[in-house]
């Protein structure tokens, strides 16, 4: 499968604990996007990273939250000390911006970590 | 706020009819996007329109955009019940580059049978 790749489907967390959410974007893409949905609405952007670099992060609460997209290795996004309020579903995208392409590529999406709070 | 705002919140219809939805947005843009998700994945990304076109066809779909009214229109035809998924429309403002999407709340189709 050569699509985006999110690990773990779902995810349980009691009040507190730390969430880390995981995703391998699409072979060759070196633009990966983290959204946020609740239930009956659209996503809401969190942060967009390259490799190594946070791009724009300005979706990302202040406190709590945090991710990474290394040299090696899937995009990381954490939640610390969660709350009721983080349940949610976490959609991670990804695209193709490299050199030749044209401008605002499509994203491609995985399936989503849906995070639920107990 | 929501940069989209897709009408009908909700849509039901027979299969083998027409199924259109429509989508306001706020701000100019570069693109606007239409994505349908399926229920419990992610969003798949249907048809993209830039600002200087003003109708775009792929298979049974159609999308027709009107920048002065700042509106687009999702049109499925002979709709089949596999069409059954919520359908987003997203933006990417003008003058950005690779910038993450704006979703509107998105309509949400049955085709029943």
């Known amino acids: 499968n050569a699509g985006v790749m999110q690990n773990p489907r779902h995810l349980v967390r009691r009040r507190g604990q730390e969430a880390r959410l995981r995703c391998s974007p699409m072979k060759g893409h070196s633009h990966v996007y983290w959204y946020r949905q609740l239930p009956e609405e659209g996503l809401k952007f969190m942060v967009y990273l390259q490799k190594e670099n946070i791009i724009d992060e300005s979706g990302m609460p202040k406190e709590r939250f945090s991710a990474e997209f290394p040299k090696e290795g899937p995009s990381i996004l954490r939640i610390q000390q969660v709350v009721r309020g983080d349940s949610a579903a976490y959609f991670c995208a990804s695209s193709y911006n490299g050199r030749g392409a044209r401008s605002n590529q499509p994203q491609h999406f995985g399936d989503g970590t849906r995070l639920s709070i107990l | 706020s929501q940069q989209g705002e897709e009408d009908p919140q909700a849509l039901s219809i027979q299969e083998g009819e027409n199924a259109t939805m429509n989508c306001s947005y706020k701000t100019s843009i570069n693109n606007l996007q239409w994505y349908r998700q399926n229920s419990g994945r992610g969003l798949v990304h249907l048809i993209l329109i830039r600002s200087n076109e003003r109708e775009k066809h792929s298979g049974r779909l159609r999308v027709t955009l009107d920048t002065s009214k700042k509106s687009s229109s999702l049109l499925i035809t002979a709709s089949r019940a596999a069409d059954t998924a919520s359908y987003f429309c997203?933006?990417?403002?003008?003058?950005?580059?690779?910038?993450?999407?704006?979703f509107g709340k998105g309509t949400r189709l049955s085709v029943i049978a």
């Open positions: 997203a933006t990417i403002p003008r003058n950005s580059g690779n910038t993450p999407l704006v």
